[in-house]
């Protein structure tokens, strides 16, 4: 962009090239700028090259404006990593346990193994509200799992638990912050 127009001399013009692949593959093209009556030299020909590649694995999961939007508690004061995923969790009634469940699509050729490790563990606080009810998969090339974590609700105090999810094979960690909320009444 733009895909045409003129300079007068001495003038300047910034051309943006988009790479948008619809399949996953190596491209590269030359793009040529035609000058009409240009005799001095050869017009301007620039080489090009794009590489789209396939995540390995896909999460089926909405994205959550819970730090974004900064309404994360200020009791919760604990640092977290820039690129954390936030999964919220309500709650409508004490003591009854309420479960959110997302996809992760294994994009590969190859079955892998998935894990989810709590990381927040505290010496005296084994007991956590939010646990994963499959914290270890084996995934098939090309099908999906469903991760499944549940929050049963003690007080009607937000809580917080830090995950972290792992595709050993893939050397893949992803830091996964999980949200366990009453919901207003």
């Known amino acids: ?66 730090l974004t939007a900064n309404r994360r508690h200020p009791d919760f004061t604990e640092p977290l990593p820039k690129d954390v995923r936030v999964v919220e969790i309500y709650a409508s009634k004490l003591k009854k346990m309420y479960t959110k469940q997302f996809g992760i699509l294994n994009t590969t050729d190859t079955p892998y193994e998935v894990t989810w490790e709590r990381i927040d563990k505290k010496d005296d606080d084994e007991y956590c509200p939010i646990i994963c009810s499959y914290p270890r998969a084996l995934v098939s090339s090309g099908k999906k799992h469903i991760a499944l974590f549940s929050y049963r609700a003690v007080s009607v105090k937000t809580v917080e638990s830090l995950w972290l999810f792992s595709i050993p094979e893939y050397n893949i960690h992803i830091t996964f912050l999980f949200v366990g909320k009453m919901m207003p009444q």
């Open 1 to 66: 962009e733009p895909a045409s127009g003129s300079l007068d001399a001495g003038e300047t013009a910034t051309f943006v090239a988009n790479f948008l692949p619809e399949e996953v593959d190596d491209f590269s093209a030359h793009l040529m700028c035609e000058i009409p009556f240009l005799t001095q030299m050869e017009p301007p020909d620039i080489h090009v090259t794009g590489r789209s590649r396939r995540p390995v694995c896909h999460f089926y999961l909405e994205t959550s404006d819970y």
